[in-house]
């Protein structure tokens, strides 16, 4: 069974940075795609980017540029650093892992974190 567990989330001020990070335990995943999505108040889950089970990378169109995916060596750890965050980044980041990259849509990753909170003051 995959264990995802992220952290690094927390109340920052407009115009600052965070990394956040998710660490797999259970089995190796240095062969699943990973990804990050996000859910604000009141919304749908939304993709945010991922890396494939080949090393590719996606990112969701509305939010590329100051999202930035990557994974250490061993892909035992998932990072995503937000840059310039905005009231409209106020949402719970989730981690997810599937065994190959098959799209954007929630139902097509197969394993989730219990999601960090990113809260931005304005």
């Known amino acids: 069974q995959v264990q995802l567990v992220e952290f690094g989330g927390g109340l920052v001020q407009a115009g600052g940075s965070l990394r956040l990070s998710c660490a797999a335990s259970?089995?190796?995943?240095?062969?699943?795609?990973m990804g990050w999505f996000r859910q604000a108040p009141g919304k749908e889950r939304e993709f945010v980017a991922a890396?494939?089970?080949?090393?590719?990378?996606y990112y969701s169109q509305s939010l590329k540029g100051r999202f930035a995916i990557s994974t250490d060596v061993a892909k035992t750890t998932l990072y995503l650093q937000i840059n310039n965050l905005q009231p409209q980044d106020t949402a719970v980041y989730y981690c997810?892992?599937?065994?190959?990259?098959?799209?954007?849509?929630?139902?097509?990753?197969?394993?989730w974190g219990q999601g960090t909170q990113v809260t931005v003051s304005s």
């Open positions: 890396i494939d089970e080949i090393g590719r990378y």
């Open positions: 259970g089995r190796t995943l240095s062969n699943y795609a």
């Open positions: 997810a892992a599937s065994l190959r990259y098959t799209g954007s849509r929630t139902t097509q990753w197969n394993y």
